[in-house]
């Protein structure tokens, strides 16, 4: 009997930074054990350069990936569905387990920049860490 990898799909508004940021660090940290996507229930135009750079000091790569539109197909191939702060909306209805994430804003505490997209990172980081250890993927 063959094991399935469970499917994650992680959404945000825009697809350009935190639904990125948690695909690349459960791609990354879960050594393929989880199977993982990302994309935008309004996609931009492209990556939020600083979600990028704050990956990259991780020694992550993105590779090539864009923002891209939730499709329907998306979210029926996937086990989970998890939306990332409160402008992205996914209806629970569609047969599959949706879970929202309110992840910290440091913005509003007046950090900016890098330091606030660092702070971002390590909270959705150990929010993932704690999915991944739900789903039984690699450590």
Do not use: Y
């Amino acid at each position: 009997m063959t094991e399935h990898a469970p499917h994650v799909v992680f959404v945000c508004a825009r697809n350009g930074g935190k639904s990125q940021l948690a695909a690349a660090l459960m791609r990354h940290d879960g050594r393929g054990a989880v199977t993982v996507s990302s994309a935008g229930t309004d996609p931009g135009t492209e990556l939020n350069a600083l979600a990028v750079e704050s990956l990259a000091e991780l020694g992550i790569d993105v590779g090539d990936e864009r923002p891209k539109p939730l499709t329907d197909d998306m979210v029926r191939a996937a086990d989970l569905v998890v939306v990332l702060g409160a402008e992205a909306h996914v209806d629970g209805d569609r047969g599959v387990a949706v879970e929202t994430w309110i992840t910290d804003e440091p913005s509003a505490r007046g950090i900016d920049g890098m330091e606030r997209m660092r702070l971002v990172r390590d909270d959705i980081r150990a929010r993932v860490d704690e999915l991944r250890g739900r789903l039984g993927g690699a450590g």
